[in-house]
């Protein structure tokens, strides 16, 4: 007889408490409740099956990795905001140490090497492929019923490069341009000229005679005649052909989607080809509160698709800038591939035809708040009722609120706030560690109460 996902966590959960944590229990001591979570979290992850292992190369042997990768799962699931508080940490504490992987505290690493083996789990996208392996895992054969969509902004301590437009404007970049600039030279005083001597009377009485014309003079040019300036051009719009309104026969065609946007190239394109094709590098995003008002802050967002029980699905992480709906069908297709569910509860953003269509052909049902924005106003029929979700859409739409509680804890509990390195890789790899731990804490939940 085949166990349910219920039943699976189920006796996971009472190998762990009946047979796991008493003989640690032995040897570590009384266990807190941070080192469980940590020993949950570590025992349920597939992290050694991706992890490298350097035995047997040429060279001195590398330090080990797998201790340092749960090293990093740890600092997620303890919370620790810097790779300095988590040595601090391992050099104190001989319980964590222990569940890392090291027996004594000279056998912890520096923190260079943690800075290296972190690059190492950057570049190799360590995290997303220990994510995707327990998703399948543990989700693969479960029918979920809603997959909320949204993003957060996540602020990164970086600097972006500046675009041309604003190196332009930059009296510093106009110094350092293809144009060599060199100070005026200095002054030369000018030479004293001879003051005339008086005229006699003979010499004014005499008569002036025309002097002859040298021979190597220059002819005599005429004076430059001054150009008109060109008249001042008029502000505002240009005025267009007078007539009467063009008219359309049987009303207003409905528009038609333009083919080159990026939803649209995205329909035809496979799933590596989309993710490379979204903009990457760190930005400046603006968006708009509940409340009305602007924020704006430098880094990254992070999109991702949450399953009933807030277990994150799959994420993708792209420039602030970018507007939430250009991930949309990169998120569809890829939770697609790992489970099977029904529902894609959306908001306003992502209220766009090609979203819509791709969510169908993949035999889902997508439920999207309408967005209004300028159509209160209708030119073919005036005082037309907004669009509005139904009653049973507005029923299921309730549960989009769940991503929210994700965002939140992911930034309060496991390090979304406390963005240390530089550059997307390393950014995506911060934030799928904490993704990982937030992942096997709402696995567990699903099998005792909150």
Request: glycine share 6%.
């Amino acid at each position: 007889m085949k166990l349910t996902l219920r039943q699976q966590i189920t006796q996971f959960a009472q190998v762990l408490q009946n047979e796991l944590f008493p003989v640690l229990q032995e040897e570590l001591g009384e266990l807190t409740e941070p080192a469980k979570r940590l020993l949950a979290t570590l025992e349920m992850i597939p992290l050694a099956r991706f992890v490298p292992c350097s035995r047997g190369w040429i060279g001195r042997p590398s330090k080990d990795r797998l201790a340092v990768a749960n090293a990093f799962v740890a600092k997620a699931v303890y919370g620790f905001s810097t790779t300095r508080q988590l040595l601090d940490a391992l050099a104190r504490d001989p319980q964590l140490r222990q569940i890392c992987g090291w027996q004594h505290a000279r056998q912890v690493p520096h923190e260079s090497t943690f800075s290296r083996a972190f690059d190492e789990f950057a570049g190799m996208e360590l995290p997303q492929f220990v994510h995707e392996a327990l998703i399948r895992e543990t989700q693969g054969e479960r029918l979920i019923g809603n997959i909320a969509r949204d993003s957060t902004a996540i602020e990164a301590r970086e600097r972006f490069p500046e675009t041309a437009a604003a190196a332009d404007r930059s009296p510093v970049s106009r110094r350092t341009s293809a144009t060599p600039w060199f100070p005026d030279p200095p002054s030369t005083p000018a030479a004293p000229t001879e003051t005339p001597a008086p005229a006699t009377p003979a010499e004014t009485s005499a008569p002036a005679t025309p002097a002859a014309p040298a021979e190597d003079a220059a002819p005599a040019v005429p004076p430059a005649t001054s150009v008109p300036a060109a008249p001042a051009k008029k502000r505002g719009r240009p005025k267009g052909k007078r007539g009467p309104h063009k008219r359309w026969k049987g009303g207003k065609p409905k528009p038609a989607p333009r083919d080159d946007t990026r939803l649209h190239r995205q329909r035809t394109m496979t799933l590596p080809e989309m993710l490379a094709d979204l903009p990457k590098e760190c930005n400046i995003g603006v968006k708009t509160s509940a409340s009305g008002f602007q924020q704006s802050w430098r880094g990254y967002k992070l999109h991702w698709d949450v399953a009933d029980g807030q277990i994150p699905i799959s994420a993708i992480l792209t420039s602030a800038s970018v507007h939430d709906s250009q991930v949309a069908i990169p998120l569809a297709t890829m939770s697609t591939q790992r489970v099977t569910y029904l529902y894609e509860l959306q908001d306003s953003a992502y209220d766009a035809q090609e979203i819509t269509d791709h969510s169908r052909s993949l035999n889902h049902v997508p439920i999207v708040d309408p967005n209004n924005r300028g159509r209160s106003q209708s030119v073919i029929a005036p005082g037309a009722p907004k669009r509005e979700l139904s009653w049973a859409e507005a029923e299921h739409y309730k549960e989009r609120t769940m991503i929210e509680r994700v965002n939140g804890r992911l930034k309060d509990e496991f390090g979304g706030r406390t963005i240390r390195v530089r550059g997307a890789a390393k950014v995506m790899a911060h934030l799928m560690f904490g993704v990982l731990a937030l992942t096997v804490d709402q696995i567990l939940r699903l099998v005792k109460p909150v």
